[in-house]
């Protein structure tokens, strides 16, 4: 049996916790319901994004890990990647959440960014 919790409660409670600390929260892709893999795109009033997911360690854990970081000279490139990621994988969740050090909403510490 799968000790994850379904990935569309993970998403609500995110959602709400960013909107309870006074940030700004919002679905980009919905993927699926139970199992599907989250995406987490952390910004600071709509700038410096950043991308996180979840990489398999060596360990079986799956710890957060930045995947991306927006070049703020090319923003077109950071998007491309989201709008690539979203069609590779249907059952991909991509959520933002806006707000600074947005990172400790998935436990991560504050990040230098």
Known sequence: MDSRLAAHLEVAGL????????GFACVLQKGEH?????LVVCAE???????FER??????RRNWTLSRSEDTENTRNFDDYLERRG????????IELDIANG????????FPG
């Open 15 to 22: 959602l709400r916790a960013v909107n309870q600390a006074g």
């Open 45 to 51: 009033k709509g700038a410096t994004r950043r991308v």
């Open 34 to 38: 139970e199992a599907g893999t989250i």
């Open 87 to 94: 069609a590779q994988d249907p059952e991909l969740w991509i």
């Open 103 to 110: 990172e400790r909403f998935i436990g991560l510490a504050e």
């Open 55 to 60: 990489m398999p360690q060596l360990d079986g």
